[in-house]
């Protein structure tokens, strides 16, 4: 074992999933997000351009319709994904205690998963009640 | 489990300040950011779909001096993101990793963030 430049362990490199344990799944779905989140976010801020100072009822009404509401959606979920997988990375970066790295890792999936699920409900009653 | 020598991180603190690693680690500041703002996001969306009580408190913050720095910051983080992440995604490629090229990439995304930015309240303030 270890021949020079190589550093990691036999079972590792059998394993062949390197340090993270995991295939590039994670790494994967960080860039297809990203790529996703590139036309949403422009779409996204015209809207947000075109509703400043608007009242309630107009972005109520805006948002009720079915091409802002999907853009919404899709941004809700690409963003709340990307948001999963990158504060991930940040917190196995810097907390070193297994336990604790655990506990934050789920504290922010479950977070992600129940306001980006409170963002799409939002939106889907804006359109109900436009309907 | 066998005991590997690997090497090890040296002290962030001995280095000068280097174009390449303060956009490097603004971009994990910036993400982060992004992520606490999502929250004001999703207040906002929330707040849209409850009613024009909770939409008054949600746009009345927004819009006060304090809501409006905040929105300013979160406009800048979102853009810095955007256009570094692009960078990003061009080196997952295997592109623009020349010392010139990462450079100039680096300065662009500093310009370009700072004028969308401006680009984007400039509007939002003309066509309000």
Known sequence: ?131 | MAHIERPISPHLQIYKPQISSVLSILHRITGAALGFGLLLFAWWLIAAASGPEAFARASGFIGSVLGRLILFGFTWALFYHFCNGIRHLFWDMGKGFELPVMHRTGWAVVAGSAVLTILVWVLAYALR
């Not at chain 1, 979920?77 to 940040?90: C, D, E, S, T, Y």
Request: hydrophobic share 60%; with cysteine; glycine share 10%.
């Open chain 1, 1 to 131: 074992m270890g021949s020079k430049g190589n550093y990691r362990s036999p079972l590792a490199r059998v394993r062949g999933l390197g340090a993270a344990k995991s295939g590039v799944e994670h790494w994967w779905l960080q860039r297809a997000s990203a790529i996703a989140l590139l036309p949403l976010v422009i779409v996204f801020t015209a809207f947000a351009i075109s509703l400043t100072g608007a009242s309630h009822a107009e972005v109520a009404a805006f948002l009720g319709r079915p091409l802002p509401a999907g853009v919404t959606i899709l941004l809700v979920i690409a963003a709340f994904w990307h948001l999963k997988l990158g504060g991930q990375v940040i917190i196995e970066d810097y907390v070193s205690h297994e336990g604790v790295k655990l506990a934050c890792v789920l504290a922010l999936t479950f977070a992600t998963v129940a306001v980006g699920l409170a963002c799409i409900l939002a939106v889907l009653r804006l359109v109900v009640a436009g309907a």
